[in-house]
């Protein structure tokens, strides 16, 4: 038995390294890696080598101030629940990080990033508290509202506790926006308004003297909303900030000292020798560029320089400076949430970060247009009605053209390289971050193309994700015509939908930003082009009234209304809604609600469709008698995953295959005592979702597949209208040893290559799992063997050599997409999370290429050389023969 | 003297006997006959029988190539039995060989059949096919057996067309 079962997964490990594997020369050679930090919250240049950085992605890592590449960089834990809250910067750097009363004080060597002590504590109060690091000692700070704040202070290196947990009575303490740490002092001030009182106690003194001041004695009388903010890397310093005016306090035992300067709140302290300045960006410059201003605490002189910093996102805050006499260098954060640094008194910008790549919302490939070359070419062939001579003479004229591009040695064109290559594996990928940039990227290097801040805009939120839904009206196939791509959002501030449309080749906005009237509720690409093989978007407002851009796509919407239809899923309202719109008449288009399914009280949890683009080749199943089982292969399938609480089960987790048309349930099955993560991948006729099976505390991948039967009912044309009888549904589980954190199926251009399932791992691999693993036995299998039938193993293995990013680690992956190459057997990957990675998957291998080490040199001598030895014998027998004949 | 000299070259070796009287009267009158010489009837009844005995030779000649094929016969069904049902390159050769040869010989009808001309062997063709098509039918039962004929629903699977959708559905989770 136990030889069997060895014998068995040997048998998986063989076919695992017939399928994958690089080789040690190929590593960066289809794929390439872009690391990133993230979204930095605090910063700290330590040196004149190096800046340390925290991000909110849970990072703490160190860039180099010569060229702001990664020096080290260390990814803690989860960063939704767990943050990083404070870094100190001294001969070695001190974050506290964590979330939920479990916080981690952890000591890292700043040169190399290695950590070098560690030690962790839990409070039961949940609160977030205040820190407070001084002189070796870490001061943990809760607040309790209107009574007291208790003070725990640990030794920093090794978590002792000096003495107890003091309780100081700060009955003034009413609401913590108005309370902030700074320096050593706990500070609030009594009410947003000049007639306040400010407060403030040193926390790290045993006296808790608190010093009481009022605001007017400090900063005058004026009207005026009063705010109070910590110094960013300040000492004990204090903004107090009026009417966006900010004036700096330093806290003293004795009394404030107030400086007499006008400020913005987001100015910063550099330590200049003993001096110490205060730098600041200026916001209304006559013109476009960055303005910083320089101010000499004690003695007040005060320079302005201009930047040459162009970024029309504009720069949020500075996050640290240093100087050193007159140079400065300066570490900025801009409103896309890249860095830079900047150079005082130059003004020039070192290097800037794209850290806004850290945080990707959404993802498209698009293929690239033609060389102008092979589009004259094509274009020999567009006027049908030219007759011999002008024909010829266009022949003749593109490939004298062609010669001269191939004499000259270059594609005599601006855009020189962003061209459609011989196997569409060159690709421009389009990407969307949370900080509402959009970014072109060559998918051959990862360099950046284009990029486009669109301000004042943001992502919808989907189930707690954001998401910018991309659309692809046109193509680069339509070679004049330039390629379209529409990009929906919402405005920051009043909800209501924003259309972007632009070219995704060269990033340049196609008309103006559209910003519509209405909340988006749904939208959809039409299916149709219209004459200019543009595709409409049907989009659905927050009234249920639905909208067609551009209009010219109109006629064409309305001619196909009766095959068009619409869902929508309402995570709030659980009710899934289908509509058609054949009542739409010229004048208005209406969508009629055709079906509902009401969720009851479980909750939405994912919804997957399969790929628009994707084409099934093989339309069933061979069985080992030799008949077939067609596939149930429905476009309109929808899958529907949804969770719900249980007194009984914990939760249970339900799994719909809805039509989307008629909203037939096709399929349904049920889940007890599971929990999330829940991934659905939904391709050809089957379904893989991940869940974690609580019972027995492990992940586990389950499968279905739906088949039609022996025979097809109708073999021509599909209509989801047309049910002659339920899919027969196969289904299997599997035990996956690892946590899944996202997972899609390859996609081909014609679909005859294998699928593989992609899967993010929690511990940074990405791993490909052969369809043909996870596809469900049942009765048809155990029967009878089929060829080539891998047997159902519970346990599914993970071998290193599916691992598509090989040594590669990419931390907090959020998504993976795919898109195919014009090559069948390769499909183009893109993972993004805090990195982006980017690779081709060859499932069946590359059986449409010739190997790369394929010897074309070898071939072609002994080719010719055989042609010539041939000949030769030919002449030599031809002689022989005659010299015989005269014997 | 040319045409002299090659008379009397080639007289050197014929002998006729018509020519010399003299010689043929002493040989009918004088010297008797040699044993076992007849010189009455038995020529044109000899013939008669030489004549006979080719066309039965001819006849039998021609059956024996017509039976040939259903001769093949079990000689076929043995090579099968031996080649066994599995698919590699030997019985795909003698699968090839099974097929090949009915078919040429088939092809060949008429030039087989030419040795026996000026004779009618429409009988003989017949069998001669009928034999032919058998063998031809054993090659179609062993490619039947091995799994050759796509006589399954499943041989004819990748020609199936993916079917065109008549609907297109959108739409998703709602943004607000």
């Given at each position: 038995?136990?030889?069997?079962?060895?014998?068995?997964?040997?048998?998986?490990?063989?076919?695992?390294?017939?399928?994958?594997?690089?080789?040690?020369?190929?590593?960066?050679?289809?794929?390439?890696?872009?690391?990133?930090?993230?979204?930095?919250?605090f910063?700290t240049?330590d040196?004149?080598?190096?800046?340390i950085?925290a991000?909110?992605?849970?990072?703490i890592?160190?860039?180099?101030?010569?060229?702001?590449?990664?020096?080290?960089?260390?990814?803690?834990?989860?960063?939704?629940?767990?943050?990083i809250e404070l870094l100190h910067v001294d001969k070695e750097v001190i974050t506290v990080s964590?979330?939920?009363?479990?916080w981690y004080v952890r000591g890292w060597d700043s040169?190399?990033?290695?950590l070098l002590w560690e030690w962790s504590f839990?409070?039961?109060?949940?609160?977030?508290p205040y820190w407070i690091l001084s002189k070796g000692q870490l001061v943990h700070i809760?607040?309790?509202?209107?009574?007291?704040?208790?003070i725990t202070s640990y030794d920093v290196h090794n978590g002792r506790n000096n003495g107890k947990t003091m309780?100081?009575?700060?009955?003034?303490?009413?609401?913590?926006?108005?309370?902030?740490t700074a320096g050593v002092y706990w500070?609030?001030?009594?009410?947003?308004?000049?007639?306040?009182?400010?407060?403030?106690?040193d926390m790290l003194s045993s006296a808790n003297?608190?010093?009481?001041?009022?605001?007017?004695?400090?900063?005058?009388?004026?009207?005026?909303?009063?705010?109070?903010?910590?110094?960013?890397s300040g000492d004990s310093?204090?903004?107090?900030?009026?009417?966006?005016?900010?004036?700096?306090?330093?806290?003293?035992?004795?009394?404030?000292?107030?400086?007499?300067?006008?400020?913005?709140?987001?100015?910063?302290?550099?330590?200049?020798?003993?001096?110490?300045?205060?730098?600041?960006?200026?916001?209304?410059?006559?013109?476009?560029?960055?303005?910083?201003?320089?101010?000499?605490?004690?003695?007040?002189?005060?320079?302005?320089?201009?930047?040459?910093?162009?970024?029309?996102?504009?720069?949020?805050?500075?996050?640290?400076?240093?100087?050193?006499?007159?140079?400065?260098?300066?570490?900025?954060?801009?409103?896309?949430?890249?860095?830079?640094?900047?150079?005082?008194?130059?003004?020039?910008?070192?290097?800037?970060?794209?850290?806004?790549?850290?945080?990707?919302?959404?993802?498209?490939?698009?293929?690239?247009?033609?060389?102008?070359?092979?589009?004259?070419?094509?274009?020999?062939?567009?006027?049908?009605?030219?007759?011999?001579?002008?024909?010829?003479?266009?022949?003749?004229?593109?490939?004298?053209?062609?010669?001269?591009?191939?004499?000259?040695?270059?594609?005599?064109?601006?855009?020189?390289?962003?061209?459609?290559?011989?196997?569409?594996?060159?690709?421009?990928?389009?990407?969307?971050?949370?900080?509402?940039?959009?970014?072109?990227?060559?998918?051959?290097?990862?360099?950046?193309?284009?990029?486009?801040?669109?301000?004042?805009?943001?992502?919808?939120?989907?189930?707690?994700?954001?998401?910018?839904?991309?659309?692809?009206?046109?193509?680069?196939?339509?070679?004049?015509?330039?390629?379209?791509?529409?990009?929906?959002?919402?405005?920051?501030?009043?909800?209501?939908?924003?259309?972007?449309?632009?070219?995704?080749?060269?990033?340049?906005?196609?008309?103006?930003?559209?910003?519509?009237?209405?909340?988006?509720?749904?939208?959809?690409?039409?299916?149709?082009?219209?004459?200019?093989?543009?595709?409409?978007?049907?989009?659905?407002?927050?009234?249920?009234?639905?909208?067609?851009?551009?209009?010219?796509?109109?006629?064409?919407?309305?001619?196909?209304?009766?095959?068009?239809?619409?869902?929508?899923?309402?995570?709030?309202?659980?009710?899934?809604?289908?509509?058609?719109?054949?009542?739409?008449?010229?004048?208005?288009?209406?969508?009629?609600?055709?079906?509902?399914?009401?969720?009851?009280?479980?909750?939405?949890?994912?919804?997957?469709?399969?790929?628009?683009?994707?084409?099934?080749?093989?339309?069933?199943?061979?069985?080992?008698?030799?008949?077939?089982?067609?596939?149930?292969?429905?476009?309109?399938?929808?899958?529907?995953?949804?969770?719900?609480?249980?007194?009984?089960?914990?939760?249970?987790?339900?799994?719909?295959?809805?039509?989307?048309?008629?909203?037939?349930?096709?399929?349904?099955?049920?889940?007890?005592?599971?929990?999330?993560?829940?991934?659905?991948?939904?391709?050809?006729?089957?379904?893989?979702?991940?869940?974690?099976?609580?019972?027995?505390?492990?992940?586990?991948?389950?499968?279905?597949?739906?088949?039609?039967?022996?025979?097809?009912?109708?073999?021509?044309?599909?209509?989801?209208?047309?049910?002659?009888?339920?899919?027969?549904?196969?289904?299997?589980?599997?035990?996956?040893?690892?946590?899944?954190?996202?997972?899609?199926?390859?996609?081909?251009?014609?679909?005859?290559?294998?699928?593989?399932?992609?899967?993010?791992?929690?511990?940074?691999?990405?791993?490909?799992?052969?369809?043909?693993?996870?596809?469900?036995?049942?009765?048809?299998?155990?029967?009878?063997?089929?060829?080539?039938?891998?047997?159902?193993?519970?346990?599914?293995?993970?071998?290193?050599?599916?691992?598509?990013?090989?040594?590669?680690?990419?931390?907090?992956?959020?998504?993976?997409?795919?898109?195919?190459?014009?090559?069948?057997?390769?499909?183009?990957?893109?993972?993004?999370?805090?990195?982006?990675?980017?690779?081709?998957?060859?499932?069946?291998?590359?059986?449409?290429?010739?190997?790369?080490?394929?010897?074309?040199?070898?071939?072609?001598?002994?080719?010719?050389?055989?042609?010539?030895?041939?000949?030769?014998?030919?002449?030599?027998?031809?002689?022989?023969?005659?010299?015989?004949?005269?014997? | 003297?040319?045409?002299?000299?090659?008379?009397?070259?080639?007289?050197?070796?014929?002998?006729?006997?018509?020519?010399?009287?003299?010689?043929?009267?002493?040989?009918?009158?004088?010297?008797?006959?040699?044993?076992?010489?007849?010189?009455?009837?038995?020529?044109?009844?000899?013939?008669?029988?030489?004549?006979?005995?080719?066309?039965?030779?001819?006849?039998?000649?021609?059956?024996?190539?017509?039976?040939?094929?259903?001769?093949?016969?079990?000689?076929?069904?043995?090579?099968?039995?031996?080649?066994?049902?599995?698919?590699?390159?030997?019985?795909?050769?003698?699968?090839?060989?099974?097929?090949?040869?009915?078919?040429?010989?088939?092809?060949?009808?008429?030039?087989?059949?030419?040795?026996?001309?000026?004779?009618?062997?429409?009988?003989?063709?017949?069998?001669?096919?009928?034999?032919?098509?058998?063998?031809?039918?054993?090659?179609?039962?062993?490619?039947?057996?091995?799994?050759?004929?796509?006589?399954?629903?499943?041989?004819?699977?990748?020609?199936?067309?993916?079917?065109?959708?008549?609907?297109?559905?959108?739409?998703?989770?709602?943004?607000?």
């Amino acid at each position: 038995m136990i030889a069997t079962k060895n014998f068995k997964y040997i048998f998986l490990i063989y076919l695992f390294n017939i399928s994958y594997c690089l080789y040690e020369d190929q590593i960066g050679k289809f794929d390439w890696k872009l690391n990133y930090v993230g979204n930095v919250k605090f910063g700290t240049i330590d040196s004149t080598k190096r800046v340390i950085v925290a991000t909110e992605e849970n990072v703490i890592a160190s860039l180099s101030l010569k060229n702001g590449q990664i020096l080290w960089r260390q990814v803690l834990e989860n960063p939704a629940l767990n943050q990083i809250e404070l870094l100190h910067v001294d001969k070695e750097v001190i974050t506290v990080s964590g979330g939920k009363g479990t916080w981690y004080v952890r000591g890292w060597d700043s040169s190399s990033g290695s950590l070098l002590w560690e030690w962790s504590f839990y409070m039961e109060n949940k609160q977030r508290p205040y820190w407070i690091l001084s002189k070796g000692q870490l001061v943990h700070i809760i607040p309790v509202l209107g009574s007291h704040i208790e003070i725990t202070s640990y030794d920093v290196h090794n978590g002792r506790n000096n003495g107890k947990t003091m309780k100081i009575s700060t009955p003034w303490v009413t609401d913590l926006s108005k309370c902030q740490t700074a320096g050593v002092y706990w500070t609030c001030i009594s009410t947003n308004d000049s007639s306040g009182q400010l407060f403030y106690t040193d926390m790290l003194s045993s006296a808790n003297q608190v010093r009481t001041f009022p605001i007017q004695s400090l900063i005058g009388s004026a009207p005026g909303h009063i705010e109070i903010k910590p110094l960013e890397s300040g000492d004990s310093n204090l903004f107090l900030i009026r009417n966006n005016v900010a004036r700096l306090l330093k806290l003293q035992p004795e009394a404030p000292h107030v400086y007499p300067y006008s400020l913005s709140d987001k100015a910063v302290t550099a330590f200049n020798g003993d001096q110490t300045l205060l730098l600041q960006t200026i916001q209304n410059s006559p013109t476009n560029k960055l303005t910083i201003q320089t101010i000499e605490l004690q003695e007040g002189t005060e320079n302005v320089f201009e930047m040459d910093y162009t970024n029309e996102a504009g720069v949020a805050n500075i996050v640290s400076a240093v100087c050193k006499g007159t140079a400065c260098r300066i570490f900025v954060k801009s409103n896309d949430n890249s860095v830079s640094l900047l150079q005082l008194p130059g003004g020039k910008v070192s290097w800037t970060r794209e850290e806004g790549l850290s945080q990707v919302v959404a993802v498209e490939f698009f293929e690239l247009p033609l060389s102008e070359l092979d589009a004259s070419i094509e274009h020999e062939f567009d006027s049908i009605s030219g007759d011999i001579f002008s024909t010829f003479y266009n022949r003749i004229f593109s490939q004298i053209r062609q010669l001269l591009v191939v004499l000259s040695g270059q594609q005599g064109d601006s855009n020189i390289g962003m061209v459609r290559d011989e196997f569409g594996l060159h690709k421009i990928i389009v990407v969307v971050t949370a900080s509402g940039r959009l970014y072109g990227l060559d998918s051959m290097s990862g360099n950046i193309v284009w990029s486009q801040y669109l301000k004042g805009v943001e992502g919808f939120s989907v189930l707690g994700k954001l998401s910018v839904p991309l659309f692809v009206q046109r193509s680069a196939r339509y070679s004049p015509l330039m390629a379209q791509c529409a990009a929906l959002m919402k405005d920051k501030i009043t909800g209501h939908g924003v259309m972007y449309t632009f070219d995704p080749i060269t990033g340049q906005s196609i008309g103006n930003i559209e910003r519509l009237p209405y909340q988006i509720e749904q939208a959809m690409l039409l299916p149709y082009e219209d004459d200019k093989h543009m595709k409409g978007l049907l989009i659905m407002s927050d009234n249920y009234e639905v909208m067609v851009y551009p209009s010219s796509a109109k006629p064409v919407l309305l001619k196909h209304a009766s095959s068009i239809f619409f869902y929508t899923a309402g995570s709030k309202s659980k009710i899934l809604q289908g509509y058609n719109l054949v009542h739409s008449t010229t004048d208005s288009l209406k969508a009629t609600p055709t079906w509902t399914l009401n969720l009851g009280p479980a909750d939405l949890i994912a919804v997957n469709v399969r790929p628009s683009s994707e084409r099934v080749h093989s339309q069933g199943r061979v069985l080992a008698d030799r008949s077939v089982l067609y596939k149930y292969v429905n476009p309109n399938l929808l899958a529907i995953a949804t969770l719900m609480d249980d007194p009984i089960h914990k939760q249970v987790l339900s799994i719909y295959l809805v039509d989307g048309v008629t909203g037939l349930v096709v399929y349904s099955a049920a889940h007890k005592r599971v929990g999330k993560p829940v991934h659905l991948v939904h391709s050809e006729n089957w379904l893989v979702y991940s869940y974690y099976n609580a019972r027995f505390r492990r992940m586990e991948l389950a499968t279905v597949e739906l088949y039609e039967g022996p025979t097809q009912s109708n073999s021509t044309s599909f209509s989801s209208h047309a049910v002659s009888q339920l899919p027969h549904p196969q289904t299997q589980a599997y035990i996956f040893p690892g946590t899944p954190l996202a997972m899609l199926a390859t996609l081909t251009e014609r679909g005859i290559t294998n699928k593989h399932i992609l899967i993010a791992l929690s511990s940074g691999a990405v791993t490909e799992v052969p369809w043909a693993f996870l596809e469900p036995r049942g009765p048809h299998g155990t029967m009878n063997m089929e060829e080539g039938y891998i047997p159902y193993i519970p346990e599914l293995p993970i071998p290193a050599e599916a691992t598509i990013n090989y040594n590669q680690s990419i931390p907090q992956v959020r998504g993976i997409q795919v898109a195919p190459a014009r090559l069948e057997s390769t499909c183009l990957v893109l993972v993004y999370g805090l990195d982006l990675f980017y690779t081709r998957v060859t499932p069946s291998k590359t059986f449409d290429l010739l190997k790369e080490d394929f010897d074309h040199w070898l071939i072609a001598i002994v080719l010719i050389g055989l042609i010539v030895a041939s000949y030769i014998t030919k002449r030599l027998a031809s002689r022989k023969a005659l010299k015989l004949a005269w014997k | 003297m040319a045409t002299n000299k090659l008379q009397s070259k080639r007289f050197k070796w014929s002998l006729d006997s018509s020519k010399c009287s003299k010689l043929s009267s002493i040989n009918e009158s004088a010297l008797p006959a040699p044993p076992a010489y007849s010189t009455s009837g038995v020529l044109s009844s000899g013939e008669v029988a030489k004549k006979t005995d080719a066309s039965h030779l001819i006849m039998k000649k021609s059956w024996e190539v017509a039976l040939a094929p259903i001769k093949q016969v079990p000689m076929n069904l043995f090579i099968m039995y031996m080649a066994g049902n599995s698919i590699s390159i030997f019985p795909i050769m003698m699968v090839g060989m099974l097929f090949m040869r009915p078919i040429q010989a088939l092809f060949q009808l008429n030039g087989t059949f030419k040795t026996v001309e000026n004779s009618s062997v429409i009988g003989q063709k017949i069998v001669y096919i009928f034999g032919n098509l058998v063998n031809i039918g054993l090659a179609l039962y062993k490619c039947q057996s091995m799994g050759l004929l796509p006589t399954h629903s499943s041989d004819w699977l990748a020609f199936v067309e993916p079917r065109v959708r008549q609907e297109y559905i959108g739409g998703g989770i709602m943004f607000s």
